[in-house]
C-alpha cells in the first residue's frame, strides 16, 4: 500500500496518521473535563460548526478509555434528524449508534438481552433511558457517554432524548452513565424546542441536570504557526514569516479556515506543489478570494444562516454599523445564537467574527446584484493600471440616483441597503484586480473599505491604496462630514502615505431631493487631500 502524505484536513474528523493536526486534547482543559468525569456530573461542550468538537471528543474518548478508569463511548446521533418528531424511530437510531460506539471500544456486542428486554418494555419513552441501565449493570467499568450532534434532533425527539437521561440521573454510576457529555452547536440552555402540538419548551428545562457548559475555542495564532510548519517538516516547503499576520486577520484562528487556507496555498493552486516554491503572502490573497468565490460547504452553510430572521436582527446593525432601529429590535437569545454559529463574536464593538466572514456576508448579500451590474474593469483603468476613483465614484453617484430605492428595496437587508449597494459596484469592478478588505461594527457608525490594488503582476511590486468611509447622515450634515473626515484621516494613517481618501455620506431623507444630495468636493484635512461625496 503506497504511503499517503500528510495534508491539511477540510472534512471530517482530523486522523492524525494523514492529516496535519494540533493536538485535539490541548484545545481544552483536560483537567476540568476529568474532573467533571469523576463528580459524575453531566454537561454541555459546543462550539459552531467545523470546528474540531469530533476530533476533540474521539481524542478525550481513546484518553480516558487508556486511563482504564472508565469506559467512554461516542455516538453522534445526527442520523436521528430525518425521524423529526418520532420519538420510537429516534429512540432507536441513538441506542443503534450507541451500540456501534460500545462494539468499536470493548470489541464485542453486549449481550443482545439488554436491548431485547429494552425493547420488551413497549415504552418508547423510556428505550433509550431502559438500554442504558441494562447496560450499565454489563459493564465491568462506569460508563462515560458523549452524544455528538445531540443539537441536530428537534421538537418531541429531542425533549425526549434529554428527559430520558436525566429521569435516570439518580442511578449513576452503577445503573447509569457516570457522565454524559453533549456536544453540538448551541448550548442546551439555548435550545427553544417546538413540540408537535405548538408548545416550546426550553433546553433548559428539558436538562436541567447540566452542571456547566464549556466552549471549545479557536486555534491561536502559535497552535497555526505549529500546524503550517508540520508542512513544512514534511515537504520542506516554507511560508514566508508575513504569511502568519495575514493568516490570522483572514480566519481569527477559525480551525476549518486556517486548514482550507492551508490546503488552498499548498495543494489546491497547482503551481505550489512544486514544494521549492516558497509561500508568500501574495498567495495567501489568492487562496482567501478563491474559497470565497467558490463557496465550500462550510461558507455556504453560514451563508444560508443569513437569511434566517433572527440572524438578520443582528447582522444588519452589524453591517450598517448604526445604533438605530434595527439595533434596538436584536435580543440576547439572537445574539447568543449567531455567536454560537460562528458568525460574530462579542467585543467592543460586536463585530463579525474573522476576516473572510466580513468579506463573504456582504458579498453573498449583494450577489445577485453585482452580476445585473454592467460596469466593467476597463471603464475605471488609468495608464498605470491604477483605479481611477473619481470617475468610479460619480459613476455611481448617478447609479444611485437612479437605481437606490428599486435596488435597496431588493435586499433582506435594507437598513445596510446604501453601503452594500456601493460595495457590490465595487466588487464588480475590482474582482480579479484587487482586494477589498472591510471593517465594520455595531456602534462604530460607520464602514471602513480599504482597496488594494496591484500595478503590476509582480509580487512585491507598487499598490494603489484607497481608503473609503461609509456613512449614514444622522443629524446636521456639516458636523457629520467634519466627524468623517477625522475618521477617514485616521484610517488613512494605517495605510501608505499616499493613499486615497474618500468619505462618502448617504442622505436618505426623502424629502430632500436628488439635485441637493449629489455632490462632491475635495477637503484639506491634517495635511490630506480627502474628497467628500454627497449621494
Sequence with gaps: MATISKFFCTAGPVKPEINYNVDPLSRFDLDEIETLVDQQKYFVLHAPRQTGKT???LALCDYLNKQGEYLAVYANVEGGQAARNNVESVGRTVVNEIDVGLTQVIGKKIPARARQEAASKNSADTFVADYLSLVCQELD???????????????????????????????????????????????????????????????????????????????????????????????????????????????????????????EVTDKMRENRDRTVRITPEMIYKAQEEIIYRRDTHIDILLDKL?????????????????????????????QYVIDLGLIVRGKPLRVANGIYREIIPRELTWASQQT???????????????NMEKLL??????????????????????SGPQLLLQAFLQRVVNGGGNIDREYGLGRGRTDLLIRKPLT?????????????????????????????????????????????????????KGVAWDEKIWHRR??????VITVWGM
Design 307 to 335: 437569511r434566517e430572521d433572527r440572524v438578520r436582527r443582528v447582522i444588519a446593525p452589524i453591517l450598517s454599523g448604526e445604533y438605530g432601529e434595527a439595533e434596538k429590535l436584536m435580543r440576547e437569545d439572537d445574539i
Design 373 to 387: 451590474l454592467v460596469q466593467q474593469p476597463e471603464w475605471y483603468m488609468n495608464a498605470d493600471n491604477s483605479l
Design 141 to 263: 467499568r462506569p460508563l462515560v457517554l458523549i452524544l455528538d450532534e445531540i443539537d441536530a434532533l428537534v421538537g418531541d425527539s429531542l425533549v425526549s432524548v434529554l428527559r430520558q437521561i436525566r429521569s435516570r440521573y439518580d442511578k449513576r454510576p452503577a445503573a447509569f452513565p457516570q457522565s454524559v457529555i453533549l456536544c453540538g452547536v448551541r448550548d442546551v440552555r439555548d435550545y427553544r424546542i417546538v413540540l408537535s402540538n405548538q408548545d416550546i419548551i426550553t433546553g433548559g428545562s428539558a436538562f436541567n441536570i447540566k452542571a456547566e457548559s464549556l466552549r471549545l475555542g479557536n486555534f491561536s495564532k502559535e497552535d497555526i504557526h505549529e500546524l503550517y510548519m508540520q508542512h513544512t517538516a514534511a515537504t520542506g516547503q516554507e511560508f514566508d514569516e508575513a504569511c502568519f499576520p495575514m493568516i490570522w486577520e483572514a480566519t481569527e484562528g477559525q480551525p476549518w479556515l486556517v486548514n482550507a487556507l492551508g490546503n
Design 55 to 57: 476530533t476533540c471528543m
Design 394 to 415: 460619480v459613476d455611481f453617484q448617478q447609479f444611485f440616483r437612479r437605481n437606490a430605492d428599486a435596488w435597496i428595496e431588493k435586499f433582506d437587508y435594507k437598513e
Design 457 to 509: 503582476d509582480h509580487y512585491g511590486g507598487p499598490i494603489q491604496y484607497v481608503v473609503l468611509e461609509l456613512k449614514i447622515k444622522r443629524g446636521e450634515q456639516e458636523k457629520t462630514i467634519q466627524r468623517g473626515l477625522e475618521q477617514t484621516s485616521e484610517y488613512m494613517d494605517r495605510c501608505p502615505a499616499d493613499a486615497e481618501g474618500h468619505f462618502i455620506l448617504f442622505n436618505r431623507d
Design 523 to 528: 477637503e484639506q484635512y491634517r495635511g490630506r
